[in-house]
């Protein structure tokens, strides 16, 4: 096989012909690397040894570019890659990146812990949920949640900010048990929910005359 032709395109890169016929666009240093100049014999497994180093740099460059925009958990970042190169590539992208410190899932974790939890006021559960579907790993999931501490009465603060108006207009019981649910699908404890629940409706109880005995 013969480079027959190496032209530069708009880009930057390079065109390359073998055997008179477009073969690939290239990098310069891919090109340099390999040899490829009009005129040479290659072999085949050249080419392909070329056409791997010009993927690997392709998903480097990838990899760098979305994780410019926000962090990526491993497998999440991998997935990304594979929908333009083959695992095996974006396999090895991920695991550099990785030794080179751009990539750390405990750190994800613990940063998506703590939005999850005292931002999205969400329950250890979903926290946990979330993290995994984030692609983070279980172990690492449940301790990233567990470094986190929530703010003291902060589901207490939520029901009285959210659900406030749902349990002034509960009259059968039915709007604390809907406040219950909503708390529960944040991933808090059926008991944690109850009491925040209860709590808030006891601040409404003494805040309204008409619910105070003594001021009948």
């Known amino acids: 096989m013969t480079v027959t032709r190496i032209e530069k ?3 930057g890169r390079w065109k390359v ?5 477009y073969w690939n666009i290239l990098d310069a240093e891919i090109v340099v690397k390999y040899r490829l100049k009009p005129g040479t014999e290659v072999e ?34 991998e997935q990304k890659l594979v929908r333009n190169v083959s695992p095996e590539t974006a396999r090895k992208v991920v695991a550099s990146l990785r030794e ?11 940063k998506l812990a703590r939005y999850y939890i005292l931002q999205k006021h969400q329950g250890p ?8 579907r ?13 470094e986190v501490e929530p703010e003291e009465d902060a589901l207490t603060a939520l029901c009285r ?22 708390l529960m699908r944040l991933g808090h404890e059926y008991y944690d929910a109850a009491e925040a629940a209860d709590t808030v409706l006891e601040e409404l109880r003494q805040d309204d005359p008409a619910e105070d005995p ?3």
């Open 161 to 182: 900010r959210k659900y406030a108006r749902v349990l002034a207009e509960d009259r059968d019981g039915k709007g604390r048990e809907k406040v219950i649910r909503a």
């Open 44 to 77: 085949e497994q050249t080419l392909a040894a070329a056409l791997r180093a010009a993927e690997y740099r392709r998903a480097r460059e990838r990899a760098l570019y979305l994780l410019d925009r926000r962090d990526y958990a491993s497998w999440e970042l």
């Open 214 to 216: 003594a001021g009948e």
């Open 9 to 11: 395109t708009e880009g």
């Open 125 to 132: 559960r979903r926290a946990v949920l979330e993290l995994r």
């Open 17 to 21: 012909e073998v055997d008179g016929a």
């Open 100 to 110: 080179l410190g751009l990539l750390n899932d405990g750190e994800y974790a613990r």
């Open 134 to 146: 984030r692609g983070i790993d279980a172990s690492t999931a449940v301790e990233a949640v567990e």
